[in-house]
């Protein structure tokens, strides 16, 4: 890669940025992604002191797994692409649960990760790791913006072009407010420090709660969703053909819900299940079959076999 090539990744196209991001909402941004990782730096002294307790260990395994579904079934593979139609207080709950994992708003996220998808990995991706310079020191500078690095980018993604369908929803309109999101990330902490108090009945389960299952849950949440930016453009299999470097990492499916299959849905990106090959887990196509049998989702796109032999790489 040419020093030019890396110079223009730096740039963005005018037409999809709709101004610079609010310094009071640049702080903001900092205090979400910084506040987890200070979180975990303080975890040793923390369990020294106070300890971890079922209660805690609990509290996480119920809510991870709730937003974490907000984020794969609704921000992305819903309200993103289109993999399903959904009643309308399924698409709530899914913008609240993806919410409290402190990733933005839904207009935001869905407006950025558009924009990747139209880009990737080209000029105007916000967040290639592959547009930052020459070898191994260009390519390290690359995967710590694509992983998290982008965040704290000046420009904001126009909401008008790449979100017009969501701006016209009143409800996630709404959810998206500045004000509303605020309460649905404080809730993200609230939740865990009031059934800590419920479940012990004590101040210390409460605090110790809100620590392992408030904001070591939104760490973890966080860089796995940061690693599929990453780490999934980087290393891995190419199973499909795609016109940029997406690819399946194995060992980040579980805990991304099926996300790490990330090179199908590069290869076709509306199908609402990523891990399409034998073997390939993905618990979020699951929970959206859950939904389908219950009658909560709707013209669910599942993969064509067609598509997908179509789009095979030869062996």
Known sequence: MTAGVAEAGNRTPQPDISGTVPWPERIAIAVFVIGP???????????????????DVAIFAFLYPLNAIGVTVGYHRHFTHGG?????????VLAILGGQAMQGSVVRWVADHRRHHKYADQEGDPHSPWLHGPGVWGLTKGLYHAHMGWLFSKDRTSRSKYCPDLLKDKDIRFLSLDPVYALIVLSTFLV??????????????????????GVLRVFAGDHITFSINSICHVFGRTDFKTRDKARNVWWLAIPSFGESWHNLHHADPTCARHGVLKGQIDISARVIWIFERLGWAWDVRWPDHDRITARRVSP
Request: charged share 10%; hydrophobic share 60%; aromatic share 22%.
């Open 37 to 55: 990782i200070a979180g975990v730096l303080g975890a040793i002294p923390f369990l020294w002191g106070w300890g971890i307790g079922w209660t």
């Open 84 to 92: 399903f139609k959904a009643k309308r207080w399924l698409r709530i």
């Open 192 to 213: 865990p420090f009031a059934l800590g108090g419920l479940l012990t009945w004590s101040w210390h389960g409460a605090i110790t709660a809100m620590f392992w299952a």
